[in-house]
């Protein structure tokens, strides 16, 4: 069983960046895929980015690729999104979410956070 506590987000104007943490409390973290997802009000939860367990792989979502960088420190137990260049479009409440490995978990995850809320501002 994996608990997933996302932190790190806010209100910003859009062009400025923000960073979210997901940190994890399962001593199998090193096992799992990580990675972030995204609902909009009114809109289906989104796969924004992935990361597999040893950090060799990585998968985004075109609408953020060139300005989120998903990363991982296992010895922290704790994923990162690093999110710049923000535009109203990204408002959402972000989720963090992991699986056994990177293919299921942009599909299925095993386990979510509770989620972030992020506003970008014009």
């Known amino acids: 069983q994996a608990q997933l506590v996302e932190s790190g987000g806010g209100l910003v104007q859009a062009g400025n960046s923000l960073r979210l943490s997901c940190a994890a409390s399962t001593r199998a973290f090193s096992y799992y895929a990580m990675g972030w997802f995204r609902q909009a009000p009114g809109k289906e939860r989104d796969f924004v980015a992935a990361?597999?367990?040893?950090?060799?792989?990585?998968s985004y979502a075109d609408s953020v690729k060139g300005r989120f960088t998903i990363s991982r420190d296992n010895a922290k137990t704790t994923v990162y999104l690093q999110m710049n260049s923000l535009k109203p479009e990204d408002t959402a409440v972000y989720y963090c979410a992991a699986a056994s490995d990177i293919v299921v978990l942009r599909t299925s995850p095993d386990y979510w956070g509770q989620g972030t809320q992020v506003t970008v501002s014009s």
């Open positions: 990361i597999s367990s040893r950090s060799t792989s990585t």
